[in-house]
């Protein structure tokens, strides 16, 4: 195996941009760039053979300079929503910018979030090292802060995102990807028949701006239960009130049996393509969010993009966990570093 690399372009600020490939023997293929740490495409074939990108995306780096969907990235440094945009750590607040609602804080920051910015990069034999410095205060974090994201591709058809961070003062570390998966190729239109399964029995409720209340409650009884797999839009239309709250499916679900060893967590399957995914995690939540805010936008090969077209599953620390002593800490730095790692592995 080995990475090919190319020019990209430069962005706005004449900064040079690459794309690096990432192949294995089995067909399948990966492109990142520098910026965001973004896929930009993902190469998997079905059970015939036959290859198709499943990840949402551009064409024109452009598009990928505004995203406002978020495709592909690397969002950092803390991913998801801070109720009221301000934390405190050790009786120090720390005031974050107000971009969900005017009220909250939802990825950081939409312009100078870790998603935008140019990453530093390192070729290894079937792998690509992004790494980024990012200094004190910046977007209101504390911290000089180190981060990197290593993808490697294996010769079994799995994808392996490895997060570390560093900071020289404690502060909210709490990274994820933000790839929007359509199995059956990312010209397929609606997610809604795909099937699902998820090893959470809990998930965690939300209040309108979809902060969590701080409960951890059983999915069993409810649309939110995807122990026995099925398809995404069967309840996704439901009058449940979460659902009504988030227009669909985006809520962050316990996974069950977490710990610091790979768990899996997921699983999806394309009904046309055959296509399967599992994904595994050493984290304790992921954001299940079924696309349903996707604005209308042309992706790539000139595809119309819209609602629903893409799901993530991005693996994290619980939304707005820095104000729930009962949720798991997000809060790194001063000799505790960051560290995680998340899979996602392709069938047919």
Not at 52 to 69: C, H, I, M, Q, R
Not at 87 to 105: A, C, P, S
Not at 177 to 203: K, V
Request: glycine share 10%; hydrophobic share 35%; net charge negative.
């Amino acid at each position: 195996m080995a990475v090919e690399k190319r020019v990209y372009g430069k962005n706005a600020e004449g900064k040079e941009l690459l794309i690096f490939t990432l192949s294995n023997k089995n067909g399948m293929q990966v492109e990142l760039t520098n910026l965001g740490a973004i896929i930009v495409k993902l190469l998997v074939p079905d059970s015939k053979g036959e290859v198709a990108d499943v990840v949402l995306g551009f064409d024109e780096l452009e598009a990928y300079e505004k995203n406002p969907s978020f495709f592909g990235a690397v969002i950092g440094p803390n991913a998801n929503r801070i109720a009221d945009a301000q934390f405190e750590i050790d009786g120090v607040t720390y005031q974050l910018d107000r971009n969900d609602n005017r009220k909250n804080n939802l990825h950081s920051h939409i312009v100078k979030g870790y998603h935008k910015a140019v990453w530093q990069t390192q070729e290894g034999v079937n792998s690509v090292t992004f790494t980024l410095e990012d200094e004190d205060g910046n977007m209101g974090f504390p911290g000089n802060k180190k981060v990197e994201v290593t993808y490697t591709l294996d010769e079994d058809n799995g994808l392996t995102l490895h997060y570390h961070g560093s900071s020289d003062a404690k502060t909210v570390l709490n990274l994820t990807n933000h790839t929007y998966f359509n199995l059956d190729g990312h010209d397929s239109g609606s997610i809604e028949d795909h099937e699902l399964w998820l090893g959470c029995s809990r998930y965690t409720p939300v209040v309108a701006g979809a902060i969590p209340t701080g409960e951890l409650a059983p999915v069993a009884g409810t649309v939110m239960d995807f122990t026995t797999a099925k398809k995404i839009g069967q309840d996704i239309n439901d009058s449940f009130k979460q659902l009504k709250l988030t227009g669909g499916y985006d809520h962050n679900w316990v996974i069950d049996e977490a710990k610091e060893e790979m768990v899996h967590f997921a699983t999806v399957k394309g009904p046309k393509s055959g296509r399967v995914m599992k994904a595994y995690t050493n984290l304790p939540g992921v954001q299940f969010y079924a696309g349903n805010a996707i604005a209308n936008q042309k992706g790539k090969d000139g595809v119309k993009y819209g609602k629903r077209h893409g799901l993530c599953l991005e693996t994290q620390y619980f939304p707005d966990s820095v104000h729930r002593e009962n949720f798991p800490s997000c809060i790194f730095g001063a000799g505790e570093d960051y560290d995680s790692v998340t899979v996602y592995r392709f069938e047919a």
